[in-house]
Every structure is written in C-alpha cells, then in structure tokens.
C-alpha cells in the first residue's frame, strides 16, 4: 500500500483565497484525522471521522474551516478565507479504528501571505 | 482540560545510552499515543498503549494510568533514534504534548 497520500505537498497562497487540502487514507482504514501543527501550539486534532461520518469536529477552529468526507477513500479540509494565522503543516491520518494505530501522511505545508 | 507535559524538552545522548521521555497528563484517559516526528517533519506512530507496557525492538513504552503518567524508553540509543517524540493522550479529547527533542550523537 503506498500509505496515506496527501496533496498538495506544499501551498502558497494569498490572504483571502480558498484553500482546499486532499487526503487518501489506507485502504481499509476506516478511521480519518486531520491535524495541524504549528511551532506555536504543536499538534492539534481538528476533526476525527468514523465511517466516513464527522465524529468530532471540536478543534476545528472557526467556521472558515471545513471538512468532508464524500467516500471511504477520499476527504478534503477546505479553508475559506484562508489567513496568514492558517499557515502550518496539516497531517492527515488514518487507522482501523479510533484507538488503534495512526498512520499519518507527509502533510500539506500551508503558507499564508 | 487535558493539560500534557513532557519532560525533558532536548536531550542530548551518546550512542548506545539508554534514554526515558516521561510525559504526564492531567485526566482520565481511554489511550495514550507515543509519535516519532523525523527532522523531515514525517510523524510515525510508535505505541499505542491503554495500560501496562509494550515493547517494539529497542523501544518500550509504559503507561500508569493511576499516575497519569507514561515513559518511552529506548535502549541501546542510535544517532537514527534522532527525532521528535511526542505523547498524545486521549480523553475526552486529545492533546498533544510539546514533544522532547532528542539528538543521539556517534
């Protein structure tokens, strides 16, 4: 298995623009996180879904931030309108169930200018 | 509030010392995760513990769930060892400690 895909690698973008982040989790997984890190505040978890469903969505930090999960093979973090505060590295993760093991994704390094 | 604290911060050891990271956290808990982040910023899960220990070659983790505290040994330490190792212990939410940085030197 080629482990958990995240595209972009890297994202540029200017203050106010859209952004949306890509997650391919391990086939099989049913379980997918979305992290941000930042040299700030570490590693936060901002949504966890289960079967596809959001299960906890409480680190989300506001309402420009959202996430789907159309498919059991695919889910997106969208950013609408992104701030220079957005920019950190966001991890994507999945597992066979909540508390088993993670198998986290190279990340997305989100810049905001 | 799930507060989580690592000690210690950067450590530094020779090759083939034996190394503890001690992470403490503050509520009840259903499971504790140990992550490894490399100097390239990849994070790989290494432990995933609900009580007692678990070992995964030179690596053993512990966890006192009375204490609410957890250690990550590694024995025979490598410069590969070399990394970013954070606790993330999960109540009712998760929290992530501030990671130890450890540096092994030849």
């Known amino acids: 298995d080629a482990g958990v895909i995240q595209s972009p690698r890297h994202e540029v973008t200017e203050m106010g623009q859209e952004v949306t982040l890509r997650c391919k989790p391990i086939?099989?997984?049913?379980?997918l996180f979305w992290y941000r890190q930042t040299m700030m505040r570490g590693l936060e978890l901002l949504i966890y879904f289960n079967n596809n469903v959001p299960i906890d969505d409480s680190g989300m930090p506001e309402d420009r931030f959202s996430a789907k999960m159309p498919n059991a093979s695919f889910s997106t973090l969208k950013i609408q309108p992104s701030e220079p505060r957005d920019s950190a590295v966001y991890f994507c993760?999945?597992?066979?169930?909540?508390?088993?093991?993670?198998?986290f994704g190279p990340g997305t390094r989100l810049t905001v200018l | 509030k799930n507060e989580v604290e690592q000690s210690p911060q950067n450590l530094t050891a020779q090759e083939g010392e034996f190394i503890t990271i001690n992470c403490s956290y503050s509520?009840?808990?259903?499971?504790l995760h140990w992550l490894q982040q490399h100097p390239g910023g990849g994070i790989v899960s290494l432990f995933m513990?609900?009580?007692g220990k678990k070992k995964h070659g030179r690596l053993i983790a512990t966890i006192n769930i009375q204490e609410k505290h957890s250690s990550l040994h590694i024995t025979a330490s490598h410069p590969r060892d070399s990394a970013v190792y954070i606790c993330a212990p999960r109540g009712d939410d998760m929290r992530f400690g501030a990671g130890t940085r450890l540096t092994v030197k030849p």
């Open positions: 993760a999945s597992s066979t169930d909540r508390p088993d093991t993670q198998y």
């Open positions: 086939s099989g997984h049913n379980s």
């Open positions: 513990l609900s009580s």
């Open positions: 509520v009840g808990i259903s499971a």
